[in-house]
Each structure stands twice: as structure tokens, then as C-alpha cells.
């Protein structure tokens, strides 16, 4: 199971992160609580294993800056996080995740099938009205499996420790995400970092059990 935490901000919880089992370290350029600078994300990500991929999110960012801050960061895959267009995406050549919002009634903002022709990636978050992610709250789950069929989902949205063994059961995604839910106060929570990947790999593990 793909497993990234989001929202990185220093190079101690980064190292926290890689050594519970994540493969992905999330860097915030947008508006946000969790917002960094490029000139503090390039001095964690200099720090990291070179196995690790290092993601970038934006949302409605201009094509140059993203450009700019991809290169300076060296950051391995994109994550757009807002209105992006398919013309938009097709500028980079790094790996692109898109986000999608699920509405309760299964409407998706953006409609993925405009996606589907070039990206492989689709990362699900709830969607709010007048936001743009990072909501802490969830959507249906079940509404993920239309969105397999453009390409591999990326499950995210409210998820915590506490719920992501059943999110795993009932959405059965290629991988997850998680900012919000492994904070205390606003804080990366290392006894939630662990919990929560614990429980992802719990959830494998029965899963190949029951196999």
C-alpha cells in the first residue's frame, strides 16, 4: 500500500515519517495552515533518502512558479490540488497526482474522465463548498470505484487512525494520504503517524491472510 503524509513542514517529522514506512513525504506550496516556503522544503528534502518521493502541492498555482519551485526543491511528483485544466496539466513532465472532490451524492469536482487520457494518479478528498481540500471530513467511500476506472486512486479525506482500516475495506484504494489526521493541535503526531500506518499494514496483512 502507496502511503504519503502530508504536509511536512521540518526534518524531524519527516525522518518520523520514512521510519514508520511511508514511501511519500507531502510539501504544501498553497495557502494553508500547512503551507511551506521552497527555501525550508529544499533543505528537508536534501536530507531525505533518495527513494522517497518528495510531492508538491498546489492548487490554481501559475505554470512557471510550479516550474520553478519543482526544480529548486527537486521534487519528484506534482499534486494539483484545485482547478487545474487538462491543458494546464499537460505542461509537466513530472508525474501528476489530480485531486478529485466526492461529494456525498457521488459528484465529482472535476469530472476525472477529463483526466483520464494522460494521468495515471487520482487522489479523492471530500468536497466542501468554497475549499479546496484539506477539509478533515469524509466522503462515501464507495464512491472511489468509478474513479478506478481512469486510473489509480489515492485515497484521502478525513482519515485518521481510528478510521482507516474500514475506509480500506470499503474503498480498496492503490494507495492513501493523510494530513489533518495525524495532528494533535496542529502538530504532526508521531504516536498518530505510527497508529496510522500500523493500521494500513494491519488491513494487508488480512487481506492476504484471508487470501
Known amino acids: 500500500m502507496w502511503i504519503k503524509i502530508c504536509g511536512i513542514k521540518d526534518i524531524n517529522t519527516a525522518h518520523i515519517v520514512i521510519d514508520a514506512g511511508a514511501k511519500a513525504l507531502g510539501f504544501v506550496f498553497a495557502p494553508s495552515l500547512r503551507r511551506i516556503i521552497p527555501e525550508e522544503a529544499r533543505k528537508i528534502i536534501q536530507n531525505l533518502p533518495k527513494d522517497i518521493l518528495r510531492v508538491g502541492v498546489f492548487v490554481n498555482a501559475p505554470i512557471s ?24 496539466c499537460r505542461q509537466f ?12 451524492n457521488g459528484q465529482f469536482f472535476p469530472d476525472p474522465v477529463r483526466y483520464k487520457e494522460f494521468i495515471k494518479m487520482f487522489l479523492t478528498d471530500t468536497y466542501q463548498p468554497g475549499t479546496e481540500g484539506g477539509t478533515g471530513k469524509i466522503f462515501p467511500w464507495e464512491k472511489v470505484e468509478i474513479i478506478k476506472g481512469y486510473g489509480l486512486v489515492i485515497l484521502a479525506g478525513g482519515l485518521d487512525p481510528n478510521n482507516i482500516f474500514q475506509a480500506l475495506t470499503v474503498a480498496r484504494p492503490w494507495g492513501v494520504d493523510v494530513s489533518s489526521g495525524v495532528e494533535t493541535k496542529g502538530r504532526k503526531d508521531s504516536k498518530k503517524i505510527r497508529k496510522f500506518i500500523q493500521e494500513v499494514w494491519r488491513w494487508e496483512n488480512e487481506q492476504n491472510i484471508t487470501r
Open 65 to 88: 512558479l510550479v516550474k520553478e519551485i519543482t526544480e529548486y526543491c527537486n521534487l519528484t511528483t506534482l499534486q494539483f490540488h484545485g482547478q487545474e485544466s487538462t491543458d494546464y
Open 93 to 104: 513532465k513530472k508525474p501528476i497526482i489530480k485531486a478529485i472532490k466526492v461529494a456525498k
